[in-house]
């Protein structure tokens, strides 16, 4: 079993949709959450940082944590063509290496 | 400001010959990690430095990699004898400090291995 799962997607919206992001773990000791987004042929870039459940908001953007449910969630509200990138999750326990999902390729039609 | 900065950005090596990829970090950066990135795939994990001192080579897929931060700025990924199957991006990251730190990656190096 994989440290983290996302689905790959591709996932396909509107421009001004919401959109969903999601990623599942197995390691109840990982406790920092990033979310990257990376656009084609460039290096991963740091969106979202966050550290404890709850939610953490940044613009438009908005990340999402359930330890409990082992669940993290990122949210782009207002959907930019722009915004058409692939997404990947990250995680780690303290002192660990960070463990990446394999991305999800969103793309949001003009 | 500058960012993490990687070369080459691509390197074609025939078979068997030794490769060298460099990773300069952010100024002030103390941690320094190695990433290998296979399409449509997230970064995998390779190694990692505090300043000088490598803390964690356990992603390292054979002795035939290394790596080496010698002054605790710029590091070196070295891959020996290269193979086929050691064709990737090779992704360095940087972080301020301490393991669980955000990471700022570098755009990369398209290694192929023809």
């Known amino acids: 079993q994989k440290e983290v799962e996302q689905d790959p997607g591709p996932l396909s919206v509107p421009e001004g949709a919401i959109v969903s992001l999601n990623c599942t773990y197995s390691?109840?000791?990982?406790?920092?959450f990033m979310w990257y987004r990376q656009y084609s042929r460039k290096g991963p870039e740091l969106l979202m940082y966050t550290y404890s459940s709850g939610n953490k908001e940044d613009g438009r953007f908005t990340a999402q944590v359930d330890k409990s449910s082992k669940y993290i969630s990122l949210f782009i509200r207002d959907s930019q063509p722009s915004d058409s990138a692939t997404y990947l999750c990250?995680?780690?326990?303290?002192?660990?290496?960070?463990?990446f999902g394999t991305g999800t390729s969103l793309t949001v039609i003009p | 400001g500058a960012g993490v900065s990687q070369s080459p950005r691509y390197k074609v090596t025939k078979r068997g010959q030794d490769v060298a990829l460099r990773c300069d970090p952010i100024s002030g950066h103390v941690s320094l990690y190695w990433y290998r990135q296979a399409l449509g795939q997230g970064p995998e994990f390779l190694t990692y430095?505090?300043?000088?001192?490598?803390?964690?080579k356990s992603g390292l897929p054979n002795d035939r990699f290394s790596a080496e931060r010698p002054e605790g700025s710029i590091s070196t990924l070295t891959i020996q004898r290269t193979e086929q199957r050691d064709s990737a991006m090779y992704r360095c990251?940087?972080?301020?400090?301490?393991?669980?730190?955000?990471?700022?990656f570098g755009p990369g190096t398209r290694l192929t291995v023809t």
């Open positions: 990250a995680m780690s326990a303290p002192g660990n290496q960070f463990y």
């Open positions: 430095f505090n300043y000088e001192a490598q803390q964690d």
């Open positions: 990251a940087s972080s301020l400090g301490g393991r669980s730190d955000e990471q700022y």
């Open positions: 390691n109840s000791a990982f406790q920092y």
